[in-house]
């Protein structure tokens, strides 16, 4: 599981993360959160069922008061199949805090003939910016 830093500020406010589908991308997610790496179990945040089909952005609050996220672990869990006739999966994560994008992930794989979808799993630690 690839963990990723976002750098933040605790003064800018809310965070949010935005996750975009290409076209030809459709699949379910599931947002979360714990306090710390060791933590017994996963918070699911947003609502349910996550699901991206369209090329356009969901956007969700991070449910996290600035203060804390240095605590905090954020996991995007997704289930991504290319659209029948294609066979690329790409979905962005785009984490925005301030009107400014503060980390993006992308991913653009092509899957093997036969694959069907494919698991992804990402987490986020947040490190804040010291001016």
Wanted: aromatic residues 10%; proline residues 5%.
């Amino acid at each position: 599981m690839p963990e990723e830093t976002v750098q933040f500020s605790r003064i800018a406010g809310p965070v949010t993360v935005e996750i975009t589908s290409g076209f030809s991308t459709a699949g379910p997610y599931i947002l979360a959160c714990r306090r710390d790496a060791l933590g017994a179990h996963l918070v699911e945040f947003g609502s349910t069922p996550k699901f991206i089909d369209d090329d356009i952005a969901d956007i969700h609050l991070v449910p996290v008061a600035p203060e804390a996220l240095d605590q905090q672990l954020v996991v995007i869990l997704g289930k991504y199949r290319p659209a029948f006739g294609h066979t690329q999966v790409k979905v962005t994560y785009r984490f925005q805090q301030a009107a400014q994008t503060i980390h993006t992930t992308e991913i653009a794989e092509t899957l093997d003939a036969g694959e069907a979808f494919r698991r992804y799993t990402h987490s986020y630690r947040f490190q804040e910016v010291v001016a």
